[in-house]
């Protein structure tokens, strides 16, 4: 059974981020929703085009197995400022599904709505002060309950892997690492 994946973006949206979550969980067969906060066509941080398949407000009433955020500025004060991802962030995590942050969303946006207290987590070196609980932000991928992070884009490929063993297990995560030299 596919499993339903939601990956939010938004102009200022770091590119590696987003590709790379996008491509290694449709690799593993999972079915990626890109869903901009605003306007179909987005302008990521560097200035490659990505175009979505829908606007997250044609997402609300969708249940997705793992909501994943990419990071990137200004991109993750957008998604932060979305009334409609926050309350689909805090529907994923009050029953108990998937949903994860890489780079500066960590901070920026699961801090700031509570979606992660005092869990151990990890963000782009420079956002890790915002983190209510720093134990863990040295590390590159934080695994806490059902909240995944990341530190940005150079621990992308291992955070879309862990997102696949999360999401399946750990032989779909070898299956999926394996070709392309990443496990």
Known sequence: MSKKVLVPIADGTEEIEAACIIDVLRRAGASVTVASVD????????????????LISDCTEIVYDLIALPGGMPGAERLRDSNELELM???????GRLYAAICAS????FQRHGLIGRRKATCYPSFAKEL????AVESRVVVDDKCITSQ???TALEFAIKL???????QKAKEVALPMLAG
């Open 132 to 135: 209510d609980n720093t134990d």
């Open 106 to 109: 960590p901070a920026v946006v």
């Open 89 to 95: 962030l805090k529907r994923q995590q009050s029953e």
């Open 39 to 54: 306007k179909l066509q987005v302008i990521a941080a560097h200035g490659v085009k990505f175009v979505a398949d829908k």
């Open 152 to 154: 940005g884009p150079g």
């Open 164 to 170: 696949v063993e999360m999401l399946y297990d750990e």
